[in-house]
């Protein structure tokens, strides 16, 4: 017997990457819901070899579901989450609604898998930032370990986490930079994204430093260990999909980079690219349509006592985003509803 699950948001990228999640990675659904909003209704979405039609989320009766996938704003979450958990139907939420709340478990399961048993609180669990779900399930089998200390991290985050708008307005710049006339003026980013960088993820706060650094930190904090100090610099960089990452860790016990590589290798949802020489490493660009999470790069930081640096790749609509759900939905029910 498998499970009644509803995707809310089936017709934005991260909703087309779950259903194909669940597709991929045979999720036992007995029956499947894709909701939008009311223009959307009728929209066709794919699960594996079958075509479902979107219905209404606004009139849409979540009772006697198990497991909403919701992959919508806060606004929408803030409205729906709580209709559905109240039906009984649990909430895997991809937005920042809930993240912070210390009733609503925060997830990636390679990290923190216990915390599923504190959902019964609100019938809702959280799925964290794409940036910071492919750090902590770097560092988490490292600080098992050796204890981390403190972070730096350096992110290079592609446009397809500000949605489609911003991957459409990559490619319209990019195009407008050869035909004379046909130039794009920014939209979606304050600054042109085309041949470019951007310092600036997220609104600022009075501390200078952005929305999604500071989620960073409290995240990492959630998941892992609270004592653990992270400083982030989010960057968006001119990449359709997969997010990459260079991290500085520092560790209250010495921890020997072949030790590390080791670590790793054996870590759950990791996948060790790690060769000194040209091309052995992973780009954004070989990790999209990927499960794991890539690591290469490690290397002792001489500059401190026990430090390790790192380069990680991940696609973020997978583990940054729908994958994640998916693997929470996966552990609900091998933990809690045991149906499938």
């Known amino acids: 017997m498998g499970y009644r699950v509803v995707v809310v948001g089936a ?3 991260v909703g087309r990457e779950m259903l194909n999640i669940l597709a991929e990675r045979q999720f036992p659904v007995d029956e499947l819901a894709v909701l939008a909003s009311r223009k959307s209704k009728g929209t066709e979405c794919s699960f594996g070899d079958k075509t479902v039609k979107t219905e209404d989320l606004d009139t849409f009766d979540f009772t006697g579901w198990d497991i909403a996938l919701f992959a919508v704003g806060s606004e929408a979450t803030k409205k729906y989450a709580p209709i559905a958990a109240k039906a009984g139907c649990v909430v895997i939420d991809n937005s920042s609604l809930y993240r912070y709340d210390p009733d609503v478990p925060l997830i990636v399961p390679e990290c923190n898998p216990d915390a599923i048993e504190q959902y019964s609180k609100k019938n809702i669990i959280a ?6 779900a492919q750090m902590v399930v770097a560092l988490k089998p490292l600080h098992d370990r050796a204890k981390i200390k403190r972070v730096v991290v350096s992110t290079y ?3 397809s986490g500000s949605g489609k708008e911003a991957m459409d307005e990559l490619w319209n710049q990019t195009k407008g930079m050869y035909v004379p006339g046909q130039e794009v003026a920014p939209s979606v980013y304050p600054k042109e994204i085309a041949f470019n960088v951007i310092p600036h993820i997220d609104v600022f706060l009075d501390s200078g430093d952005t929305k999604e650094e500071w989620k960073m930190v409290a995240e990492t904090k959630k998941i892992v260990d609270p004592a653990i100090k992270v400083t982030a610099t989010c960057v968006r960089v001119p990449v359709f999909v997969g997010h990459s990452e260079s991290i500085n860790i520092e560790f209250e016990d010495y921890l020997d980079e072949d030790e590390a590589r080791e670590i790793l290798r054996e870590a759950p949802g ?6 000194r020489e040209d091309g052995g490493y992973i780009t954004p660009k070989e990790c999209v349509g990927e499960f794991a999470t890539y690591i290469s790069r490690i290397r002792q930081d001489s500059t401190i006592d026990n430090g390790i640096n790192l380069w990680c790749v991940s696609d973020n609509l997978r583990k940054g985003a729908a994958l994640n759900a998916v693997q929470i939905a996966e552990l609900l029910g091998r933990r809690i509803l045991k149906k499938g």
């Not at 799925?127 to 910071?132: A, D, G, L, R």
Request: proline fraction near 6%; include cysteine.
């Open 270 to 275: 990791i996948m060790v690219v790690d060769k």
């Open 157 to 159: 985050q592609s446009v």
């Open 127 to 132: 799925n964290p930032n794409c940036s910071t």
């Open 11 to 13: 017709t934005g990228n």
